[in-house]
């Protein structure tokens, strides 16, 4: 227990048309919706601003592999995007496995009663919130931070 960092995180979950941002509390207990982004030139803009503003300890990005852990396009994707949003922002990013995270979002909506056509516009800020409570939950039981940092580009001073 004693290995866990206190610090506001954001959760970010990689979308081709949207991009899903979470938040925690500074104690790390909760993860909340923040907005949807959408994907477009200003994506990575919208989210230094939005790292500027919490100033988390880390951003975490879900990594869409397939159920076999093997990379896909999205996982290329959401690796590019994270490393992309890493130099934008200056936070250092994490990159978490995020299989379960779209799918526990869809069934979270759909019991409490919303369509899938009614969810898309939330979907992606909830799978946000799935994976940043996962990783939080995952540090808090191991003492350990969840994933693997994006490497930071060696550029000579």
């Known amino acids: 227990m004693s290995g866990y960092r206190r610090g506001v995180r954001l959760g970010i979950d990689v979308g081709r048309a949207r991009v899903g941002v979470a938040r925690s509390d500074p104690d790390g207990m909760l993860a909340v919706p923040v907005e949807t982004v959408p994907r477009d030139e ?3 803009s919208r989210i230094a601003e939005l790292a500027a503003e919490y100033e988390p300890l880390e951003i975490v990005v879900g990594l869409p592999v397939n159920m076999q852990g093997a990379d896909t396009p999205s996982t290329v994707d959401a690796r590019e995007f994270a490393a992309a949003l890493q ?13 379960l ?3 526990s979002a869809h069934a979270a909506l759909r019991s409490s009663g919303r369509s899938q056509k ?4 939330i979907v992606d800020q909830v799978a946000a919130v799935v994976l940043l409570q996962q990783a939080i939950d995952t540090e808090k039981s191991t003492g350990n931070p969840a994933g693997a ?4 580009d060696e ?3």
């Open 155 to 157: 550029e000579p001073a």
């Open 118 to 121: 009614n969810s898309r516009s």
């Open 101 to 103: 995270s779209t799918v």
């Open 87 to 99: 130099a934008r922002s200056g936070v250092p990013v994490r990159l978490v496995d995020e299989r």
């Open 42 to 44: 200003r994506s990575l």
């Open 149 to 152: 940092p994006v490497p930071v």
